[in-house]
């Protein structure tokens, strides 16, 4: 491509009869990325396509507009380069000159290029990424080869859409739906019409002779109005008198346009417009004059699922990218308020509002399924979503908490206030946890701590704000006195938005993770969600008969392909009495009992985490094999979570629930080995093990011997362990840590205190995985600390004869067991009831991380 050069546009105008700018006296300084598309109806309708770079705006027309899908090329003709001030310019050239007629500004704002920019335009594959109003996401301008004897003063480009979040198929093409100027919001007509010039001081508007503007004043953007709520039930009602739509995890917003203008706020009626400022430009491109609309910002990830701490981290960045609005309810439009108006007939207008808008957003109109809302919730809970909000199809609009619009949740999650936090001994976390509580009858009432889900994001947001709000004495009257004693407490003005599994028989959290700081809803507000019962909450209303829902069951199918499958915990479960431990006549059926009767044990576990399993489709005794990454025909409860490799990247897969348990029943797997860390810190582990693998035919005691030198030796470097028989020969040394260091530095300080033991008493210990060299040693397996690597998790049954199971036990208990094959499938419940205590009681609490710095200052 030629050098950048003004000559050739400023040779073709007269600029005594144009009011183009020259681009002798520029406004703007060079420098710059900025992008634009100009809407020219000259001897034919046409976009011109520009690019900054190298002090001028880089020009394609492209005669039928861009296109958000990637199977339309559009063809782009290079002309020109254009001043940079061009990129200010609307208004009309007059016929007789050079492009006569007239200029829309239809698009604005900037660009970065993919690799370096001169290279690619030489090379005829330019490839950058628009950050615009209109036009977002990666695209790409291929230069064509000419036709033989082709001879042309232009080249011939394609304007190509790239995949990506933002590309997809359109009802109706983008320059089709918006018509209107970016800047001044003006028809072509109303351009063409003669109301805006070209002055010294830019770009001026007659307000007085803008049609558009003068329109805009009868519409300006509608108040704020509180949203209506939904009440928390234990089940959706029935009938065909209720709507049923998705629940989403976001922010419940409230936006106004009209005139030109947009506003969105939270349910508070805080203004976040700028905090939103990608949903603003879509919201004015809309086909009304002015509308009021109901609906919730979110972020959705590669699976469909919308995910608020996603969405804090999008907003954190503090520019909004990849949000999208769903909008599931219509207040106002054009000037007529429709809260009166039956919600069915609200959906109606709503949904022809948002017809032609694309699949990828990022408004999104909010659909619903009539009656049905068992089934609906079922599938909703199945596919990982949050849950249903149902909805009375002939209710108003009404500003508070209604009867007309109920919710139900699959899972546990809800906001939480904090009143305080536990002090960390790591340099990099000022805290260890955050103490919660909600308010009942009118007072603050402790429900636990919660220390996971914190990144250097959530530290750096939560930390000042903390520190800001110091007290002495805790505003929970019920802290316990060993809480408290470790704890520093705030005035409880900040609500935190938690996932959690449950809570445990004193009303704590369980397995709480911090989702992120609820900015928008006041503390005040914050009291315990308690599902109210759905007969009893129908009734109240008087107007429909609702249904409780079944505590989970084993319910039989009719199935005509398989009589035998049944249902467990939502998992289709075929040849449930085929028997998988041939020796106990232990069947899929009673091992899935197994995995419900110990989820509360082996979830905290293995939940959330990258899986490996040992599938054995014929049983124990058949042939088996190691399965790690994801594959097609897995039931739903199984995740994907895409881990980056040395070469690329793959699928593996993970669990979330009981569900997921029984799930692993189905495809036969009899072992679940898991990694060193969470999804959500893949990159730092969470725990340090030692596998204590004793050569065959060692007694039982030495191998105990080992385990405890080990925790001596652990505990002499200040932490804490937990020891696990393996269902095999050997014991787990566990000890849990804060995710802090990365996977090198743990692998490496694992290989050192293997290699040191191995060295300090060679007779007793190696640290190679050498059968040859191990007789009558005992192997310190390190190597389960390395990325990548599994270990056998706690309650999880083992692929061998007797159904033996990796059973997590106290140091003093281990003293008494006479091998590391003490727990069955069989007996396991009965030994977890004759418990007196957790044996790894404290394991969750515990906040330490591995010595290095230490070490390294020794």
Not at 2 to 25: C, H, I, N, V
Not at 205 to 222: D, L, V, W
Not at 249 to 273: F, K, L, N, Q, V
Not at 575 to 595: C, E, M, N, W
């Amino acid at each position: 491509m030629a050098k950048a050069s003004l000559s050739t546009y400023q040779a073709k105008r007269d600029f005594g009869k144009t009011a183009e700018p020259s681009g002798d006296d520029a406004r703007r300084a060079a420098g710059g990325h900025r992008y634009l598309i100009q809407k020219h109806d000259a001897t034919r309708m046409h976009f011109d396509f520009r690019l900054e770079l190298d002090g001028v705006l880089l020009s394609w027309a492209v005669p039928n507009g861009p296109s958000y899908d990637p199977a339309d090329k559009r063809l782009a003709v290079h002309v020109e380069d254009h001043p940079l001030d061009y990129g200010d310019f609307e208004g009309t050239i007059p016929k007789g000159e050079y492009g006569g007629g007239t200029v829309m500004l239809w698009d604005e704002g900037t660009w970065e290029p993919v690799g370096d920019p001169e290279a690619a335009l030489e090379k005829g594959d330019f490839k950058f990424i628009l950050h615009g109003e209109r036009l977002r996401g990666k695209w790409v301008l291929v230069r064509m080869k000419p036709k033989p004897r082709e001879r042309s003063k232009h080249e011939n480009w394609l304007l190509i859409k790239e995949k990506d979040g933002y590309a997809g198929e359109e009802t109706k093409p983008i320059i089709e739906r918006v018509l209107t100027s970016v800047r001044s919001g003006r028809s072509m007509e109303e351009i063409a019409a003669g109301n805006v010039e070209w002055k010294d001081s830019g770009f001026n508007i007659k307000r007085g002779r803008s049609r558009t503007k003068a329109a805009g004043n009868q519409f300006s953007p509608p108040k704020y109005v509180a949203p209506q709520l939904a009440s928390l039930v234990d089940a959706p009602p029935d009938g065909d008198d209720w709507l049923h739509e998705i629940k989403y995890d976001g922010y419940r917003a409230i936006a106004a346009i009209g005139g030109g203008e947009a506003a969105i706020y939270t349910r508070r009626g805080h203004d976040w417009t700028d905090r939103f400022q990608p949903l603003v430009r879509p919201l004015l491109d809309l086909p009304c004059k002015a509308a009021l609309f109901d609906g919730e910002v979110t972020v959705t990830d590669k699976a469909g699922r919308t995910d608020f701490g996603a969405l804090q981290d999008a907003l954190g960045e503090g520019k909004g990218r990849g949000i999208g609005y769903h909008l599931f309810d219509l207040l106002s439009l054009d000037g007529e308020d429709l809260r009166r108006k039956p919600l069915i007939e609200r959906k109606e207008k709503l949904a022809a509002l948002l017809v032609d808008q694309p699949r990828a957003g990022p408004l999104f109109y909010s659909d619903h399924v009539v009656g049905h809302g068992g089934e609906m919730f079922a599938n909703v809970c199945k596919m990982g979503l949050e849950g249903i909000v149902s909805k009375r199809a002939d209710s108003v609009y009404r500003s508070d908490r209604s009867k007309s619009w109920l919710k139900s949740k699959c899972g546990f999650g809800q906001e939480f206030i904090i009143i305080g936090w536990r002090p960390s001994d790591v340099k990099a976390r000022p805290f260890s946890s955050i103490l919660l509580a909600v308010r009942e009858g009118g007072e603050l009432s402790y429900r636990g701590r919660v220390g996971s889900g914190f990144g250097d994001r959530e530290f750096e947001t939560l930390w000042p704000e903390l520190q800001k709000r110091v007290v002495k004495d805790p505003p929970a009257p019920d802290v316990p006195a060993d809480v408290r004693r470790k704890a520093k407490f705030v005035r409880p003005e900040l609500v935190a938005e938690i996932a959690f599994r449950g809570f445990t028989d004193e009303g704590s959290i369980r397995q709480g993770s911090f989702k992120g700081l609820r900015t928008d809803k006041p503390a005040r507000d914050i009291v315990a969600e308690v599902p109210k019962d759905t007969d009893a909450m129908a009734k109240d209303d008087g107007k429909a008969k609702g249904r409780k829902r079944a505590a989970s069951e084993i319910v039989t199918i009719d199935d005509s392909k398989d009589d035998k499958a049944i249902t467990i915990e939502g998992v289709r479960v075929t040849h449930p009495d085929k028997v998988i431990f041939p020796g106990q006549g232990i069947t899929k059926r009673s091992l899935a009992a197994y995995f419900i009767a110990v989820a509360e044990h082996i979830l905290p576990h293995v939940a959330d985490r990258p899986l490996s399993l040992v599938r054995c489709p014929d049983g124990a005794e058949g042939d088996c094999f190691f399965q790690k990454h994801a594959s097609p025909g897995f039931p739903k409860a199984f995740k994907p979570i895409r881990i980056k490799e040395k070469k690329g990247s793959d699928l593996y897969l993970y669990i979330e629930d009981a569900r997921g348990l029984v799930a692993c029943v189905q495809m036969g797997a009899l072992e679940l080995h898991i990694w060193g860390s969470h999804n959500a810190t893949i990159e730092t582990p969470d725990r340090l093990v030692f596998d204590l693998d004793p050569d065959e035919g060692m007694d039982f005691a030495a191998v105990r011997s080992a385990a405890r030198d080990m925790r001596d030796r652990l505990k002499g470097l200040g932490l804490e362990t937990f020891p696990m028989v393996t269902g095999g020969k050997g014991i787990h040394v566990v000890a849990p840590l804060t995710p802090h260091y990365r996977w090198d530095e743990v692998k490496v300080f694992a290989e050192a205190l293997a290699r040191t033991i191995a060295a300090d008493e060679p007779d007793r210990y190696l640290a190679v995985a050498s059968k040859a060299k191990r007789t009558g040693k005992i192997f310190i397996d390190y190597l389960r600390n390395g990325r990548g690597a599994t270990a056998i998790t706690p309650f999880s049954p083992r692929a061998r004869k007797g159904a033996p199971v990796a059973w997590p036990v106290s140091w003093q208990a281990l003293s008494r067991l006479k091998d590391a094959r003490s727990a069955t499938v069989e007996n396991a419940e009965t030994l977890l009831k004759r418990q007196k205590a957790d044996p790894w009681e404290g394991y969750f609490d515990v906040d330490q991380v591995l010595p290095l710095e230490r070490l390294k200052g020794g």
